[in-house]
T-cell receptor
Framework: KNQVEQSPQSLIILEGKNCTLQCNYTVSPFSNLRWYKQDTGRGPVSLTIMTFSENTKSNGRYTATLDADTKQSSLHITASQLSDSASYICVVSAGYGGSQGNLIFGKGTKLSVKP | ETGVTQSPTHLIKTRGQQVTLRCSSQSGHNTVSWYQQALGQGPQFIFQYYREEENGRGNFPPRFSGLQFPNYSSELNVNALELDDSALYLC??????????????FGPGTRLTVL
């Protein structure tokens, strides 16, 4: 069964600190992996998208890594800011194009950044 | 802002009623996907429309139906509302289906409450 598991479920850090969010997946065949940021009550906003051949991708203070062998991804946030408080969702695309219904969503990690 | 708009932002209905949610896709996008997101959960795929045709459906009953119009805007209709239909409904638009790496852009969502 295609699944995406994220950890931790929630995380509290102090402003200015770094943190790393984890995503493990069992999705086959694998097409790509995306990280989204979702503010409470809002739609998700894309941070990164990585294909099988990409190991790392950065977007400002966000750096995503992908290990296709171990089927693990991480999202590292550097020098956190209060505005980073949100849910971070890992999404894996199964298959090779076709219906977007092949997107498998994780439940997200809720990050709270405190002053 | 992604350019994807949804209306209304909030809606309260009672059990057994019917509801129509609307989505305007980002300019140039021809594909719209709808998701249901319960509190604390990741989005669940409802269905997708590509050039006015349904192109994939998740595990939702037939009382969830949709339409896509020639301008690629879309509607989600839910009949015979149930309490468990209370959720954030997200619309996401993208440009065609090739390659599986086409990014989805999410709207802000419609918060539906069923009493």
């Amino acid at each position: 069964k295609n699944q995406v598991e994220q950890s931790p479920q929630s995380l509290i850090i102090l402003e200015g600190k770094n943190c790393t969010l984890q995503c493990n997946y069992t999705v086959s065949p694998f097409s790509n992996l995306r990280w989204y940021k979702q503010d409470t009550g809002r739609g998700p906003v894309s941070l990164t998208i990585m294909t099988f051949s990409e190991n790392t991708k950065s977007n400002g203070r966000y750096t995503a890594t992908l290990d296709a062998d171990t089927k693990q991804s991480s999202l590292h946030i550097t020098a956190s800011q209060l505005s980073d408080s949100a849910s971070y969702i890992c999404v894996v695309s199964a298959g090779y194009g076709g219906s977007q219904g092949n997107l498998i969503f994780g439940k997200g990690t809720k990050l709270s950044v405190k002053p | 802002e992604t350019g994807v708009t949804q209306s209304p932002t909030h809606l309260i209905k009672t059990r057994g009623q019917q509801v129509t949610l609307r989505c305007s896709s980002q300019s140039g996008h021809n594909t719209v996907s709808w998701y249901q997101q319960a509190l604390g959960q990741g989005p669940q795929f409802i269905f997708q429309y590509y050039r006015e045709e349904e192109n994939g459906r998740g595990n939702f009953p037939p009382r969830f139906s949709g339409l896509q119009f020639p301008n690629y805007s879309s509607e989600l209709n839910v009949n015979a509302l149930e309490l468990d239909d209370s959720a954030l409904y997200l619309c996401a638009s993208s440009l065609d289906l090739a390659g599986g790496g086409n990014e989805q852009f999410f709207g802000p969502g419609t918060r539906l409450t069923v009493l």
